[in-house]
């Protein structure tokens, strides 16, 4: 049965996925029971994916990247090297928490830097930016660009991943590509 995506002979992808066209799954890395993960996505070197994942449609997926169960990704997100979700607020080694795991959704479009940390049940918005090494504690809103440990907000970015500046209307036009993007009761949307 011809597969239509790529799977590097060191990876491993369990019964029960769904993985789309276009997708390349490279070095040591696991694709564990019932993932779907969307089309034209890419999966690095030594990345785990745990049961359930969703990921969308061109999702990038940098080295050494643990998805755990109950984190949903929806289309072009990029999660950088070595970042790491979580599912369980209250970790013990002794106590089985399976029947807990939180949620989180990582929107469309959104951008998660080099060793992040996504503390589970925080929602990240559609294009939000959270920086290298940045801990995420609370929900993020879309477009927000937050930093730090515990992230902090500290502006807004556009589609295109430049850093937004909104004049004294609440306006701000991305350098580069052009786009328009309006600042209202703390809440930022494209025009």
Request: proline fraction near 3%; glycine fraction near 10%; hydrophobic fraction near 35%.
């Amino acid at each position: 049965m011809q597969q239509d995506f790529f799977s590097h002979e060191t990876a491993i992808v369990d019964e029960g996925c769904k993985i789309g066209k276009g997708t390349k799954i490279w070095h040591f890395s696991h694709v564990m029971p019932n993932c779907t993960i969307g089309e034209n996505c890419n999966i690095g070197q030594n990345v785990v994916i745990s049961p359930e994942v969703i990921l969308g449609n061109n999702v990038k997926v940098q080295n050494n990247v643990s998805i755990y169960t109950g984190v949903e990704c929806e289309d072009d997100v990029f999660l950088g090297p070595s970042m790491v979700f979580t599912n369980v607020t209250n970790p013990r080694s002794a106590v089985n928490r399976r029947g807990q795991y939180a949620k989180t959704v990582v929107k469309k479009g959104a951008s998660i830097g080099a060793n992040a940390t996504i503390v589970c049940g925080h929602d990240i918005g559609e294009f939000a930016f959270i920086g290298a090494g940045a801990v995420v504690t609370k929900h993020i809103p879309a477009y927000a660009l937050v930093v730090g440990n515990p992230a902090k907000q500290i502006g807004w970015m556009s589609e295109y991943g430049h850093r937004l500046s909104f004049d004294k209307n609440g306006i701000a036009v991305c350098e580069e590509s052009k786009e328009q993007y309006e600042l209202k009761n703390g809440a930022v949307r494209k025009l």
